[in-house]
């Protein structure tokens, strides 16, 4: 298909797929007596579809090695799915624009250390893609009636590289 050159992932290059939750700009303020610093509403938890609801799971993702061959995309066309990594470890974040139902322009943003991202409903990206060793991660997404699943299988595999 093409080669994908794996970019810094900031929050204006993320927009039009998402959020990235952070704490550098985030909205804060201390609570629990001082104690504890609440970084508050760092992204959009959408939940669309009959009987929908928030669901909190930890996904525990095997390691991919660069450069990474890229067969399939999915997307979530009933909730957004956000991902928060429990490690430092590095990983990719994989995003597509649509074009009429069909993946397009893709991208993949490499996070730094404390960076997450949420995805926006019915946004095509790429699976949990952890790169070095096995990594855990926070993921909030959808639950509820309905099919919350597409995936666009490429005829030709993309290829993403770092620079």
């Known amino acids: 298909m093409g080669t994908i050159i794996i970019e810094a992932l900031t929050a204006d290059a993320f927009a039009p797929f998402g959020q990235v939750i952070e704490l550098t700009g985030a909205h804060h303020y201390p609570i629990n007596a001082g104690m504890t610093e609440r970084y508050h509403d760092l992204a959009r938890v959408e939940l669309g579809g009959v009987h929908a609801r928030p669901l909190i799971s930890i996904f525990r993702g095997q390691p991919y090695a660069l450069p990474l061959s890229l067969k399939l995309v ?90």
């Open 74 to 163: 999915e997307r979530h066309p009933l909730g957004s799915q956000a991902f928060y990594p429990l490690s430092q470890n590095p990983w990719l974040a994989i995003v597509a624009e649509d074009d009429s139902g069909t993946p397009t322009r893709l991208r993949a943003f490499r996070p730094l250390p404390g960076q997450g991202v949420n995805i926006a409903m019915n946004t095509w990206h790429g699976v949990l893609t952890p790169l070095e060793v096995e990594a855990d991660f926070i993921v909030v997404d959808r639950g509820g009636d309905g099919n919350n699943l597409e995936e666009h299988h490429f005829d030709a595999a993309w290829t993403i590289i770092d620079r």
